[in-house]
């Protein structure tokens, strides 16, 4: 069974402009979360994802979107980046309440 | 979700047994405990989880005290690969909100 997949792996954006990041989970999973890594933050939890509806939200500011489409498929959208928006983003899934299986993550750059 | 407490670093011989603790005093009693790894700029990986008994799966062992406010995981015969980031988190698990709370972890530094 093919793991979480993440598009694309890496991406340099300026700052000022926005930027969309897809996830695909593992088949038959239908939550999706996403979260951000940094060196200086760690892993911090971004949002969550569960039959197209937003169930969980961490503490970002607005400029951090996403949405589950009907195939379980998830985008993330970042506005008007910032250079401390620089971080590898990782989408996880699951199959119900239990485990989660993350992907291989995004890496942005901002400069 | 309670939070735990890691040794920030720890060295393991190749080939010897890796014992990584983690202190979770404030565990409530329907929270499991959560293991993760990280490999250098990979995913985080699951390795186990366990609420009271003690676990067992081909990557490790999970051992938890009897009344629960620490845990010790286990990587039986450790190879140069463990290397790695690993991560102690405890949590309920709900039917919604499944955020993982993840702290600084302890670097396994497993040495040849």
């Known amino acids: 069974k093919a793991g979480v997949t993440q598009t694309p792996r890496y991406l340099i954006k300026t700052r000022g402009q926005q930027v969309t990041l897809s996830c695909s989970p593992i088949?038959?999973?239908?939550?999706v979360s996403w979260y951000q890594q940094t060196p200086g933050q760690g892993l911090q939890f971004l949002f969550e994802y569960f039959s197209e509806t937003q169930r969980n939200k961490g503490n970002f500011p607005g400029r951090f979107s996403g949405r589950q489409f009907s195939n379980s498929r998830s985008e993330m959208n970042v506005s008007t980046l910032e250079l401390g928006d620089s971080a590898l983003y990782l989408c996880?899934?699951?199959?119900?309440?239990?485990?989660?299986?993350f992907g291989p993550g995004t890496r942005l750059t901002v400069l | 979700d309670a939070k735990t407490t890691q040794p920030p670093s720890m060295d393991c011989a190749e080939g010897r047994a890796a014992n990584l603790p983690c202190n979770h005093s404030t565990i409530s009693g329907n929270e499991y405990v959560y293991w993760y790894r990280q490999i250098h700029s990979q995913g985080p990986q699951y390795i186990i989880h366990?609420?009271?008994n003690n676990e067992t799966n081909e990557m490790a062992s999970l051992i938890i005290t009897e009344d629960r406010k620490s845990s010790t995981l286990i990587l039986p015969h450790a190879t140069l690969r463990d290397t790695a980031v690993y991560y102690c988190?405890?949590?309920?698990?709900?039917?919604?909100?499944?955020?993982?709370?993840f702290g600084p972890g302890t670097r396994l530094s497993v040495l040849p």
């Open positions: 088949s038959g999973h239908r939550s």
């Open positions: 366990g609420l009271k």
């Open positions: 988190i405890v949590r309920v698990v709900r039917n919604y909100g499944q955020n993982f709370v």
């Open positions: 996880a899934s699951s199959l119900s309440s239990g485990d989660w299986y």
